[in-house]
């Protein structure tokens, strides 16, 4: 059974609440309480799967709840629900709420957060990554910036001028704006330096991962050669994203998908920089086989951690409230052979992207790239793209040249 708790002090709120999630989801074991004090009661007597809180309430907060939640249940997953929409009272969030929902929020938007919450948590259970992800307080929630960012692109009232004011604020993340917008993808005649325009060209998914990415770096305070590392991870991303929308585009994705591809090459090594920054050392040891033992980074981190990063960072992006899409690309960009599939999607492009990408890093062309490559050829003539392979060889070659 599925245990939730809501937290509210509006009676009618709950009433409301109880009749509907119960009516359309009959297998959840929903209980109800009218305060943080209530709250925190009923969970010292179970333990929740979810608890759901109005960040408003009298005496305790939504925030203050989570807070005492996060140590006393951490593996307990914690979604605010708020009215509020100043930066201050969002920002008091950050690190008990995994997800930041806005009031009024639609049934619809609320019972799908509470139902990835259950599939993340399963994933979580999983004792591997759980130790891992469990050991580090930061994981808790996105980046400060992120959640600005996210509560801003949801706000009805809140225009391009609000967004690019919180872009503005945080410089690292104008200077990654302003690299992806005039990369090959957008093959723009003349560069962009205005940080609105580029605010608008690059996409609300693109702009969401960036400030993840640049937020979690910002936090990392280690020895210059892991800085060296991780930054090299952030650009190799960035490349693998422009690379896998080039891809969707050459082979006809629709535009949604070819839109999103950015973002998901982004956040297909986000698991590998969680590793990188909070277990570097650690990391050290895995590179190190990975070039002595010529062994794959996913089978040397199992290795070493029980778990990879493409299920690490899965885990995260779907506590964090990415779309499924996201999340099962994330999952699976190292063995797409492993998901049954029939045609190309966004989860061979990126595929293709990641491969290609790793392989031209040391090889002078596309053609040597193509001739020594061991992407699975089986695959790809599964799905129908094998005879692919080398315009894409040639697409990745152009969108590492426009970074050099």
């Given at each position: 059974?599925?245990?939730?708790?809501?937290v509210?002090?509006?009676?009618?709120?709950?009433?409301?609440?109880?009749?509907?999630?119960?009516?359309?989801?009959?297998?959840?074991?929903?209980?109800?309480?009218?305060?943080?004090?209530?709250?925190?009661?009923?969970?010292?007597?179970?333990?929740?799967?979810?608890?759901?809180?109005?960040?408003?309430?009298?005496?305790?907060?939504?925030?203050?709840l989570?807070?005492?939640?996060?140590?006393?249940?951490?593996?307990?997953?914690r979604?605010?629900?708020?009215?509020?929409?100043?930066?201050?009272?969002?920002?008091?969030?950050?690190g008990?709420?995994?997800?930041?929902?806005?009031?009024?929020c639609?049934?619809?938007?609320?019972?799908?957060?509470?139902?990835?919450?259950?599939?993340?948590r399963?994933?979580?259970?999983?004792?591997?990554?759980?130790?891992?992800?469990?050991?580090?307080?930061?994981?808790?929630?996105?980046?400060?910036?992120?959640?600005?960012?996210?509560n801003?692109?949801?706000?009805?009232?809140?225009?391009?001028?609000?967004?690019?004011?919180?872009?503005?604020?945080?410089?690292?993340?104008?200077?990654?704006?302003?690299?992806?917008?005039?990369?090959?993808?957008?093959?723009?005649?003349?560069?962009?330096?205005?940080?609105?325009?580029?605010?608008?060209?690059?996409?609300?998914?693109?702009l969401?991962?960036?400030?993840?990415?640049?937020?979690?770096?910002?936090?990392?305070?280690?020895?210059?050669?892991?800085?060296?590392?991780?930054?090299?991870?952030?650009?190799?991303?960035?490349?693998?994203?422009?690379?896998?929308?080039?891809?969707?585009?050459?082979?006809?994705?629709?535009?949604?998908?070819?839109?999103?591809l950015?973002?998901?090459?982004?956040?297909?090594?986000?698991?590998?920089?969680?590793?990188?920054?909070?277990?570097?050392?650690?990391?050290e040891?895995v590179?190190?086989r990975?070039?002595?033992?010529?062994?794959?980074?996913?089978?040397?981190?199992?290795?070493?951690?029980g778990?990879?990063?493409?299920?690490?960072?899965?885990?995260?992006?779907?506590?964090?409230?990415?779309?499924?899409?996201?999340?099962?690309?994330?999952?699976?960009?190292?063995?797409?052979?492993?998901?049954?599939?029939?045609?190309?999607?966004?989860?061979?492009?990126?595929?293709?992207?990641?491969?290609?990408?790793?392989?031209?890093?040391?090889?002078a062309s596309?053609?040597?790239?193509?001739?020594?490559?061991?992407?699975?050829?089986?695959?790809?003539?599964?799905?129908?793209?094998?005879?692919?392979?080398?315009?894409?060889?040639?697409?990745?070659?152009?969108?590492?040249?426009?970074?050099?």
């Open positions: 059974m599925n245990d939730i708790l809501f509210d002090d509006d009676m009618n709120i709950l009433s409301g609440l109880r009749r509907r999630a119960r009516g359309q989801h009959p297998e959840w074991n929903i209980s109800f309480a009218t305060s943080g004090a209530e709250a925190l009661s009923l969970c010292d007597q179970k333990t929740f799967d979810v608890v759901v809180s109005d960040m408003r309430m009298p005496g305790m907060d939504g925030a203050e989570l807070h005492q939640l996060q140590e006393n249940s951490p593996d307990t997953a979604i605010i629900l708020s009215g509020y929409s100043e930066d201050e009272a969002i920002l008091r969030t950050v008990p709420a995994q997800r930041y929902l806005a009031k009024p639609d049934d619809e938007v609320l019972f799908e957060a509470i139902a990835q919450m259950f599939k993340m399963t994933l979580l259970l999983k004792p591997d990554i759980r130790s891992i992800i469990g050991g580090i307080d930061a994981l808790a929630s996105p980046p400060d910036t992120y959640t600005r960012l996210v801003a692109l949801e706000d009805p009232k809140a225009g391009n001028d609000k967004v690019t004011a919180i872009v503005s604020s945080d410089i690292a993340l104008t200077a990654e704006i302003l690299k992806v917008t005039n990369s090959a993808y957008f093959a723009l005649p003349s560069k962009i330096t205005s940080i609105s325009h580029a605010v608008r060209m690059i996409g609300t998914d693109t969401k991962s960036l400030a993840i990415f640049v937020g979690l770096f910002k936090s990392f305070d280690g020895p210059p050669v892991v800085t060296r590392r991780i930054k090299t991870l952030c650009e190799r991303s960035q490349q693998i994203g422009v690379a896998a929308a080039l891809i969707g585009e050459h082979e006809k994705l629709s535009k949604a998908t070819c839109q999103l950015p973002s998901i090459g982004m956040m297909s090594h986000i698991g590998s920089l969680i590793l990188y920054l909070y277990y570097h050392e650690r990391m040891t590179i190190a990975v070039e002595q033992e010529n062994i794959s980074i996913v089978e040397a981190e199992r290795d070493e951690f778990a990879a990063h493409p299920e690490i960072g899965a885990y995260l992006l779907g506590l964090w409230g990415f779309p499924e899409q996201v999340i099962q690309a994330v999952a699976c960009h190292h063995n797409p052979a492993d998901f049954a599939q029939t045609e190309m999607t966004e989860l061979t492009a990126l595929y293709a992207a990641q491969h290609i990408t790793r392989e031209m890093g040391g090889r596309a053609q040597e790239s193509e001739e020594q490559s061991t992407i699975d050829m089986s695959y790809l003539e599964q799905i129908g793209k094998a005879d692919s392979v080398p315009a894409w060889h040639k697409i990745v070659a152009a969108v590492l040249e426009s970074y050099t």
